[in-house]
């Protein structure tokens, strides 16, 4: 089953949500979860085993208990780091740095939300699968425009006309996270960044599944993209100036990406990503390597290398 058959079963209800879980479409209606498609399921993931439970219905009920997602007591603010280098975590040392001056996200509840908050960016992204529908809920929206929020009544996911609501609201340095699977047409958020004459850091992420089209349209526009369980994403990234980490791993692809990334570390480990010959191609991880930099919390080897660099604690089976 494919998320367009999901939707169209459910989409008359009026509180219906649907992520992804290890691979598998989840949907879920008046916080309880109603259906696991396991057709498209991950056999391993090594994010998903970090973060606890391989069962599918039970990590989504523990996320629905323990951050209210998908209901009314959804948490917007968090400080806190929710995974190593997610987009959320980049996105808020991001702003609060002063690298962008507003992220555009996607919530449950909510839909696209425009933010100039890093907690509450974090607070959306943190834990967040991805997500390809969602309801509106009033008391998420509420809580989300009281911390000065931009958001859809109907709760959308349209990034593109969130880019052109943070545009019209002054802001000239966003980020925004787009849908790999599901979302816009990348070279469209570079056609309204020109035309806008602003700065945006696309950031890819849910890539599982891509076509080799959809992929090339990614490397064609992103700055960074997150490769899930994407076999194309990985094979053909070997033009990426850095790639962070092995098993999921991070690409950048553009000196806004590694600008964007600098803001994720410390001063001298942003002086050293500044540094890195264009013409090279470099590996981040957590072994090896004499010159080491802090990103977020954990610290990285900085190591030139042929990218992409494979490992065998990586998604099964790949797609």
């Not at 498209?40 to 998903?48: R, S």
């Not at 526009?221 to 999921?248: F, H, N, Y």
Request: hydrophobic share 45%.
């Amino acid at each position: 089953m494919e998320p367009e058959d999901l939707i169209a079963k459910y989409r008359h209800l009026p509180d219906f949500h649907l992520t992804r879980i290890l691979g598998a479409w989840v949907a879920i209606a008046g916080g309880k979860v109603i259906e696991v498609d396991r057709s498209h399921a991950l056999a391993c993931c090594p994010l998903q085993a970090m973060l606890g439970t391989g069962d599918i219905e039970e990590y989504a009920n523990q996320k629905i208990a323990e951050l209210g997602q998908f209901t009314p007591a959804r948490e917007v603010w968090r400080e806190t780091f929710g995974v190593p280098f997610g987009a959320s975590e980049m996105m808020m040392f991001a702003l609060r740095k002063g690298t962008i001056d507003a992220a555009i996200t996607a919530c449950d509840g909510a839909g696209t939300v425009v933010t100039t908050v890093p907690e509450v960016v974090q607070g959306i992204g943190a834990r967040m699968n991805g997500l390809f529908h969602t309801s509106p809920i009033a008391k998420v929206q509420a809580r989300l425009r009281s911390h000065g929020c931009l958001a859809f009544d109907d709760a959308r996911i349209d990034q593109l006309a969130g880019l052109q609501r943070a545009i019209n609201a002054g802001h000239r340095r966003i980020a925004v996270t787009v849908n790999g699977r599901f979302g816009a047409p990348p070279a469209d958020v570079r056609r309204i960044e020109h035309e806008a004459g602003v700065e945006v850091t696309l950031l890819v992420v849910c890539t599982t599944g891509i076509t080799d089209q959809r992929t090339d349209a990614i490397l064609a526009s992103a700055d960074l993209a997150w490769t899930c369980a994407s076999r194309p994403m990985r094979e053909k990234s070997a033009a990426a100036r850095l790639q962070v980490t092995q098993g999921i791993p991070i690409f950048v692809y553009t000196a806004r990406g590694v600008e964007f990334l600098a803001a994720y570390s410390d001063e001298a480990g942003a002086e050293v990503l500044r540094s890195l010959d264009p013409a090279k191609h470099y590996l981040l991880a957590s072994h090896g390597g004499p010159s080491r930099i802090r990103l977020g919390e954990s610290t990285v080897a900085v190591l030139e290398a042929t990218l992409p660099i494979r490992s065998r604690n990586e998604p099964t089976p790949l797609d």
